[in-house]
C-alpha cells in the first residue's frame, strides 16, 4: 500500500449556521469540484412520503429569486461550470459542479441563492418529468421490474430504507408544492448539510467564500438516518414475472457498515467475486460455463449498514444453474481460501483505485464529503492501511459467518415456469432446513433484525 503520508487530508471548518464546510487542497490538478451533501433520500421517507426527497430535488431546479426559471438558473450555473448536477440516493442527496478554481466564488454564490430563496415552482410539471423518469423500472401494465429496486424492497420491507428512492408512480402525482415546502424546510437546513470542495484552491478562499454565499442558509437541524429495519425470515425469495429475452438474477446480503472491524475482510471477499476479468464470478460462470455475458458484485456503503449484491442476466432456460454457479462461487469464498496471486491482484487493483482518487478533485470531494456527512466512514489512509491488515483466514471467517445461504435474500425477474418457480422454493426450503446460521453481530447486537447507524 502507498505510504499514508502521501495521501491528501482535508481541512474541516463550520459556519456559524451549522454548514460543515470540507476543503482538500491538490495543488497538482487545474480544476475543482464542489459537491454539497445534505443528509436526505429515501431512507429519510415515511409511508406518507415515498419519493418526495427527489421529487423535491427536481423542483429545486425551477428556479430561486435571482434566477426565476430552469432556463436562467441552468445558464448562470452552464456560465462558471460545467452545469449542476444532482441526485437523490437513500442516504442523501447531493448538489455538484465541476468548475476552473477562479470560479469558485460564483459557483458557491449560485447555490447559495439557489437554496435559500427557491421558488419550488412549476411542481405539476416536474411530476411528468419524474414520471417519465420512473417508466425505465416499470412494465407496461405499471409493476415494478427493476431486480434490485424489488430485492431492496423484499430485504428491507416497509418505508424508509428499502422503498423505492424515485418512490410509486400514484404517491408522486399527489404531491403538491406544499409538500416540498413541507420537506425542504425539515431537511435543508444547514447544519444538515456538508459542503466539500477539492482542487487547486487554498482552504481559507475555500472557508471565505463558503461564509460569504452560503451563511444566508437557515441552521436547521441535523437529521439522523433511520435504522433500517431487515426481513428477519431468511433465506427468502422474490420472483417477479416479466417477458423479456433473458432473466435477471440477485443474491443480496445484508451486512455490517464500513466501520466495523470485519468491513476490510468484506470487501476483499467481494473483490475476489468481482475485481476484473479475472475474478472468481466471471471465471466461472462467463468464462468457463457461458452462462451469461457477465456477472457482478457489488458492495454498497449506507450509513449503518452494507449490502453486498451478486447479480446476472441469462436466458430463462438457464436460471436454475445460474444461480446453482452463484452460490457455488460464493460458498467457495469459505471454503477455497485465496491464492497468493489472487490476494497479490486484488491488493494491487485496490491500492492503484485509491492512489487514483487523488487524481479527480471529484472522487477527492465525494470521499472526505461523505466521510464527514456520517461520522466514522475511512479516509483514504484509514481504508489503505486497513485493508493492509486483512488476511486470507479472515476473509474466508467472514464468508463463512455473514455470506451464509440462510441470510440470503433471492430476487428474480423474468419468464421462469411455474416448475423452475417450485424446484427454486424447494432449493430454499433445503436451505432454511439446515441448522441456524453462526449469530453474527451489527450495530445492534448479535443477530439482531435491525441494522442502523
Known amino acids: 500500500m502507498t505510504n499514508a503520508n502521501a495521501w491528501p487530508t482535508p481541512t474541516v471548518r463550520r459556519l456559524d449556521n451549522g454548514l460543515e464546510i470540507v476543503s482538500v487542497e491538490l495543488p497538482h490538478l487545474h480544476t475543482a469540484h464542489a459537491i454539497l451533501m445534505l443528509r436526505v433520500g429515501s431512507r429519510f421517507e415515511g409511508e406518507d412520503d415515498g419519493g418526495l426527497s427527489h421529487l423535491l ?3 429545486l431546479f425551477r428556479g430561486c429569486e435571482a434566477h426565476p426559471s430552469t432556463w436562467a438558473l441552468n445558464t448562470a450555473f452552464e456560465a462558471c461550470s460545467t452545469g449542476l448536477d444532482a441526485a437523490t440516493s437513500r442516504d442523501y442527496t447531493t448538489f455538484e459542479a465541476a468548475f476552473a478554481p477562479a470560479e469558485l466564488e460564483r459557483v458557491l454564490g449560485l447555490l447559495g441563492a439557489m437554496l435559500s430563496k427557491p421558488l419550488l415552482a412549476d411542481v405539476e410539471l416536474e411530476k411528468k418529468v419524474i414520471a417519465e423518469e420512473l417508466q425505465d423500472e416499470i412494465d407496461s401494465a405499471g409493476e415494478d421490474v427493476d431486480v434490485d429496486n424489488l430485492a431492496k424492497m423484499a430485504l428491507f420491507p416497509g418505508p424508509g430504507f428499502g422503498a423505492k428512492i424515485g418512490g410509486r408512480l400514484e404517491d408522486v402525482a399527489e404531491y403538491t408544492r406544499e409538500d416540498c415546502e413541507r420537506w425542504f424546510r425539515r431537511f435543508y437546513g444547514a447544519s444538515n448539510m456538508v459542503l ?9 478562499r475555500v472557508h471565505d467564500a463558503a461564509r460569504h454565499a452560503l451563511s444566508v442558509l437557515p441552521k436547521g437541524k441535523r437529521q439522523a438516518p433511520p435504522k433500517a429495519r431487515r426481513r428477519e425470515e431468511l433465506p427468502a425469495f422474490e420472483f417477479k414475472s416479466h417477458v423479456a429475452s433473458q432473466t435477471e438474477i440477485q443474491l443480496a446480503w445484508a451486512l455490517p457498515p464500513e466501520p466495523h472491524e470485519d468491513w476490510p475482510a468484506l470487501l476483499l471477499a467481494q473483490r475476489l467475486l468481482d475485481d476484473g476479468s479475472c475474478a472468481r464470478l466471471r471465471h466461472r460462470v462467463v468464462d468457463q460455463l457461458g452462462l451469461a455475458y457477465h456477472a457482478s458484485a457489488e458492495l454498497e456503503l449506507y ?3 452494507s449490502v453486498l449484491s451478486v447479480e446476472t442476466q441469462t436466458q ?3 436460471v436454475l444453474r445460474a444461480i446453482d454457479e452463484l452460490l457455488s462461487v460464493v460458498r467457495g469464498l469459505a471454503t477455497e481460501p485465496a ?3 489472487e490476494l497479490s491482484r486484488v491488493r494491487g487493483r485496490l491500492g492503484f483505485e485509491l492512489s487514483s482518487v487523488r487524481d479527480s478533485p471529484a472522487n477527492v470531494a465525494y470521499w472526505f464529503g461523505l466521510q464527514r456527512l456520517y461520522d466514522g466512514a475511512d479516509g483514504l489512509a484509514d481504508r489503505a492501511a486497513r485493508l493492509g491488515r486483512v488476511t486470507p483466514e479472515a476473509v474466508q471467517d467472514v464468508a463463512r459467518r455473514y455470506l451464509d445461504e440462510r441470510r440470503m435474500q433471492l430476487t428474480v425477474v423474468g419468464d421462469l415456469t411455474v416448475l423452475d418457480r417450485a424446484a427454486l422454493r424447494r432449493r430454499l426450503h433445503r436451505i432454511r432446513e439446515q441448522r441456524p446460521p ?5 450495530n445492534d447486537g448479535p443477530a439482531a433484525a435491525r441494522l442502523g447507524s
Open 303 to 305: 450509513a449503518g449498514l
Open 57 to 59: 430535488e427536481h423542483v
Open 438 to 442: 453462526v449469530a453474527v453481530g451489527t
Open 196 to 204: 466539500s470542495v477539492a482542487g487547486p484552491i487554498a482552504a481559507d
Open 339 to 341: 491464492t497468493a496471486e
Open 316 to 318: 430463462t432456460k438457464s
